[in-house]
């Protein structure tokens, strides 16, 4: 997904040099993301459910890889920002509830679908949202930091727990536990439209030199876990994601309020 103060690029070619190739790159990983995305939909009305869930994991990954693509390559466009969007809404919006419905909402007839459809609602608003905050040139650079709300790809990482659980058999069958799926998956679709103020990539700190390979042995130690234990893998990582949603409001209301202290500058 874009960061905050991006703000993208049009196409610029001609008639004899046409688009560089590097525009397109990034934009082949988005629509591998949406191809994973709609086969997520597929498998979740075939009842393949695990695959499902393989599938919008594999379109968050891409997506996180399409915009550091587009950055690395100076590949931004405005044609890929659109295209971002586009895909994200189906792949963090639909295709997760889409699947959430055929897993266990559907028992709750209307009212399931109901709230299959405030998630896909959410996700929409809350992509349109962050789009028209591309254009804010207001904003203080340490803002930038942040995300209002949770984004669209954590959001549908969190509103799928009840299936990584399910599939841990944590999560009990039948229709009264169909009850708290769905108002968790409201509680879900509430955070992404909300202000509240989640880290974005932009936050994280550099690493020190010592902290070099033990960061790079947990994240080897994630990825296996992943693929050995990929259930319990991605609930440990929605618990922790939720668990540091507290310490990105603390630290936004302190930047907030050490800019606030400032005083202005003398008039020149």
């Known amino acids: 997904m874009r960061q905050d103060d991006e703000r993208p690029r049009r196409?610029?070619?001609n008639a004899i040099g046409g688009i560089p190739i590097r525009f397109l790159w990034p934009n082949l990983v988005t629509l591998l993301a949406l191809c994973s995305g709609v086969t997520a939909i597929r498998f979740a009305a075939e009842g393949?459910?695990?695959?499902?869930?393989?599938?919008?994991?594999?379109?968050?990954?891409l997506d996180t890889l399409d915009g550091r693509l587009a950055r690395y390559l100076?590949?931004?466009?405005?044609?890929?920002?659109?295209l971002d969007s586009l895909a994200d809404f189906v792949n963090f919006g639909v295709a997760p509830a889409v699947l959430l419905y055929f897993w266990t909402l559907n028992s709750l007839t209307s009212f399931g679908?109901?709230?299959?459809?405030?998630?896909?609602?959410?996700?929409?608003?809350?992509?349109?949202?962050?789009?028209?905050?591309?254009?804010?040139?207001?904003?203080?650079?340490?803002?930038?930091?942040?995300?209002?709300?949770v984004p669209a790809?954590?959001?549908?990482?969190?509103?799928?727990?009840?299936?990584?659980?399910?599939?841990?058999?944590?999560?009990?069958?039948?229709?009264?536990?169909?009850?708290?799926?769905?108002?968790?998956?409201?509680?879900?679709?509430?955070?992404?439209?909300?202000?509240?103020?989640?880290?974005s990539g932009k936050s994280l700190p550099r690493i020190k030199r010592d902290l070099v390979v033990p960061v790079l042995g947990a994240a080897a130690l994630t990825i296996m876990c992943l693929v050995v234990f990929p259930?319990?893998?991605?609930?440990?990582?929605?618990?922790?994601?939720?668990?540091?949603?507290?310490?990105?409001?603390?630290?936004?209301?302190?930047?907030?309020?050490?800019q606030n202290a400032t005083p202005p500058a003398p008039p020149q």
Request: glycine fraction near 8%; include cysteine.
């Open 113 to 149: 679908w109901v709230a299959a459809l405030m998630l896909v609602i959410a996700c929409a608003l809350r992509l349109a949202r962050f789009n028209v905050m591309l254009e804010d040139t207001a904003r203080p650079a340490w803002a930038g930091r942040f995300f209002h709300g």
């Open 48 to 61: 393949r459910y695990e695959f499902a869930v393989g599938a919008v994991i594999l379109a968050i990954v």
């Open 231 to 258: 259930w319990a893998t991605l609930t440990v990582l929605c618990i922790v994601y939720i668990l540091i949603i507290p310490a990105g409001i603390r630290t936004y209301w302190r930047l907030s309020r050490e």
């Open 153 to 199: 790809p954590a959001g549908a990482g969190l509103a799928m727990m009840p299936v990584y659980l399910g599939f841990l058999n944590l999560v009990p069958g039948g229709k009264p536990a169909s009850y708290y799926v769905a108002a968790y998956v409201i509680l879900v679709a509430a955070l992404m439209i909300s202000r509240v103020p989640t880290f």
């Open 11 to 13: 196409f610029r070619g």
């Open 74 to 82: 100076h590949g931004t466009s405005r044609f890929g920002a659109e």
